[in-house]
């Protein structure tokens, strides 16, 4: 604590957050399980632990530390945990690049080893990211999902919904990466736009249009419309297939478009979502032609073993040799393909474990969730409609969640462990007990593993306490955040899960937040190098003016553009806040305040109304996570009302001294306390030094959110009157070339009612100021006429000077609506247009006077003094 004189000049943002970061405590973060308080839990994202903290991030988690401190300071309980979703497919890619390695070059066990040790590494890093934006975690709530704690649970969670019918293990055609070498869920399918060829050729006298030659040897059927009169000889008959000479049927159905190609489709298992569907309608062959790795497979004869793409262009080439290829146009497609590396997705049939999608029950629990913005749940109402296939759960990957199951190798019966032996790698252990029906002591352990949302879905469920029996004590959540491109992913499973695991909605609140887009206003990509990096924000501006960027960028849930100039800005209003708060401070340690001293000046009284309609709009605006609208608030409270006109008034008055000055440092210290504590979410290092030096060392993350209110009517009235007045006089000292301090004479303010303004608008505007309220008496006169010598000129030429002198020589009256014509050497002549203006000046009671109006007020400036 440094006395007020003594508190730098400027706002040294590296020094100040530096210090606080290492005096504020973990502890006062925590959760308390005990607590009387009402419980505001939040349903953190865990991130991927990449190592990098990106911005995208760090909006989210702006939004969430907002709303974190606001809820504590409304005596909220509050739990802000922080999760790490470890496992995937991000972490083994890597993994496999710094060391050189393929997955297959290590035992399973060393090569998590390996992922466990990077994604350490990993966390330590984005941590710190986290602490230096000042985020008020909940330490003692982090969650690491590949820590046996937590997939622990998601086991649990698995052999619960194993138990309840909501897990199964099925043959079913599965979205396949080849590349990856693992099943993936259709909410982990990305689409392009691609340019592919269509082939025609002839099968059997039919001709068939196809962009995927390959899979002529997973073919399975021919398919028509039943109305195309092509092909109504066709009905009831077998084709051979072309090259591979195996039969398939030939089926009708309304599905297939006259239209497109000739009209006539084959089917094979499988080329797209639709062959699925005829797949299962038509109760067809099921016929395998590429694997796991992307290869034909030995029903493709001698392609066996190429790649799709080789088999492409051999079966293409074939069929020009067999001169059955009859032409190939080019086609713009949309392709399936692959989140993590673009491959395009085969859909290949598959033993997979399957969650049961329930799409009333996710709809129901979706409709019982109040979702901000509001119009995100139509998002979640479309992807559920769509909803086709159950989850694809299992991955063939190996940093994952093990599938807790075992097979008997005698039987084939499946067996689980106890619950009470989670977690567990059943490829590393055996069941301690023999097969119950068959007795056999062989087993297979589940090579599988889970997909990584089966661990994050449950992140709302861990951290409200499940253990497996029932409703957990702290559920549901009082908020999710999260951004709106994992609405169909993380918002989707957790609702799916919650409602089978507990019968319940997750979370009360759902908050959604929008995308950060670049300065050009394009995603951020590293092949456009517009990629913003959070800890090149904290090392310029620090962390108070990126989170206030946050705030400010858009409303909650639009996508927003990262721009340095509101960086800029969010510095300046800090340095402005400084200067604002350290002349405050000065003022204070003058002399001491007292707090019972009566606000009585109509310029104090004029303040508190709108700090307390400031108060009012910012907390409203908490409550419903529109930070933007609250900063904003805050802002113009701050800069216009309380600095730009209020300190303008007051300040000649805090240097009497009057009675009155008192009143003055009251209101003073009452707007710097509110305003400290209303920044406090959005700007925790800066609030915090202002409160501090304002308060002898209090902390204003300990204080209850502002709640001051104040009504005055009259003041509010007479008071804006003041405040535009003031406003009005001081421009027209700008527009007449004069200096704000400079002395002004006599200045009559004719308003409805006299205000008493404890001199505070004499000492502001250096004048001698009157207000009255009876009507201005004025005369004018004319003082001046100015000519227009362009219009003169041409037509009067030499008599230009006579005319101007019969225009002087007008009465005011006849200046101010000129005759049509004027007397000139005897001879009656028009006056032109616009050849002169008049100008006025006012006298009143004697001396001249400047007259403005402010609204329906009338000003008299007597100018010099
Ligand atoms: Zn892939
Ligand atoms: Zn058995």
Redesign the pocket.
Known sequence: MVSSDQLPKNYDFAEVEERWRGTWRDEDHYFDRNSEKPQFVIDTPPPYPTGNFHIGNALNWCYIDFFARYKRMKGFNVMFPQGWDCHGLPTEVKVEELNHITKNDVSREEFRRMCRELTEKNITQMRLTLRKMAFSTDWSNEYITMKPDYYGKTQLSFLRMLKNGYIYQSEHPVNYCSRCETAIAFAEVAYEDRETQLNYFDFGGVEIATTRPELLAACVALAVHPEDERYHSLKGRKMKVPIFGHEVPVIQDTAVDPAFGSGAVMICTFGDKQDVHWWKQHNLALRKAIDRQGKMTEIADTYQGMTAAECRTAILADMKSLNILNRQERLAQRVGTCWRCKTPIEILSERQWFVRIKPDEIQKAAHQITWYPEHMLRRMENWIEQMEWDWCISRQRIFATPIPVWF??????M?TPDEKDLPVDPTLVQPDH???????NDFIGEADVLDTWMDSSISVLKVTGWDGKGVPPFFPAQIRPQGHDIIRTWAFYTILRSVALTGQKPWDEILVNGMVLGEDGFKMSKSRGNIIVPEEILLKYGADALRQWAAMGAATGSDIMFSWNDVVAASRFQTKMWNIARFVMIQLEKEGFDKNVPVTALADRWLLVHLSDTIQAVSDAMECYQFDVALKAIREFAWDTLADNYIELVKGRLYTGNESRKSALLVLSTALDSLCRMLAPFTPYFAEECYTNLNKGASVHSQPWVSFTYDDETARNEGNLLVQVVAGVRKYKHDSGLALNAPLGRVTIYAPHTVNDEGDTGRTLNADVHWRTDAAQLDRAVTDISFNRAVIGPVFRKQAQEFMAAVRALSPDQLENPPKTILLEGNEVEIPENAFTPKFSYIEEGAKVDVITVGDVIVTIVKSA
């Open positions: 008997c190798a005698k039987c084939g019966d067996i023999a097969c119950p029906r068959c007795g056999g």
